[in-house]
Antibody, heavy 120, light 110 residues
């Protein structure tokens, strides 16, 4: 079965750090761009960060630039999001999402999400 | 991050047709492929259209999408109760070098 499974969410204090993981199975992970998106309570979806299939190119939303870092381990079929200097407004469900193919086709596979709560 | 503009809500009767819109500019909708996501709360989003007008395998033929200039549209015919959800458009923005989402449209089937 093709699936993405996020982990690593939890409760963290403002200014703290957290590392999210996304394990992929049932697909040739190394051939797809991967992304993180989030949904804050009562809000819509927000794209957070993306990485090319080989990991050479990374992209970030302005809201997380300089604080979050995306990476991937293709032999282990795993995507990561290192989050530092966390703020209350980073509280959200974080989803990993697979790109449909080259050329910005959209996200055709999503994980179930992992909850990040930033609060003292 | 500048987003795409979607109406916050649309309400239609069971069996009717709903058309959801998504407005951007030449950096995104006007020159990049647009995708549409269906999102039922408590579940992950689901792709219902990609690259402007392509339907993924397993998605009902009642869902169709198109793009004209800087506006993309998702049309759902023969509305069913299970179509009630939040719908988001998304595309790549060449000016921002990042993906952008619309604010989402809550579709209510009466």
């Amino acid at each position: 079965e093709v699936q993405l499974l996020e982990s690593g969410g939890g409760l963290v204090q403002p200014g703290g750090s957290l590392r999210l993981s996304c394990a992929a199975s049932g697909l040739t992970f190394s051939t797809y761009g991967m992304n993180w998106a989030r949904q804050a309570p009562g809000k819509g979806l927000e794209w957070v960060s993306g990485i090319s299939d080989n990991g050479e190119r990374t992209y970030y939303a302005d809201s997380v630039k300089g604080r979050f870092a995306i990476s991937r381990d293709n032999p282990k079929n795993t995507l990561f999001l290192q989050m530092t200097s966390l703020r209350a407004e980073d509280t959200a469900i974080y989803y990993c999402a697979k790109e449909e193919g080259p050329g910005w086709g959209g996200f055709d596979l999503w994980g179930q999400g992992t909850v990040v709560t930033v609060s003292s | 991050q500048a987003g795409l503009t979607q109406p916050p809500s649309v309400s239609k009767d069971l069996g009717q047709t709903a058309t959801l819109t998504c407005t951007g500019n030449s950096n995104n909708v006007g020159n990049q492929g647009v995708a549409w996501l269906q999102h039922h709360q408590g579940h992950p989003p689901k792709l219902v259209s990609y690259r402007n007008d392509n339907r993924p395998s397993g998605i009902s033929e009642r869902f169709s999408a198109s793009r004209s200039g800087n506006t993309a549209s998702l049309t759902i015919t023969g509305l069913q109760p299970e179509d009630e959800a939040d719908y988001y458009c998304s595309t790549w923005d060449t000016g921002l070098s990042g993906w952008v989402f619309g604010g989402g449209t809550k579709l209510t089937v009466l």
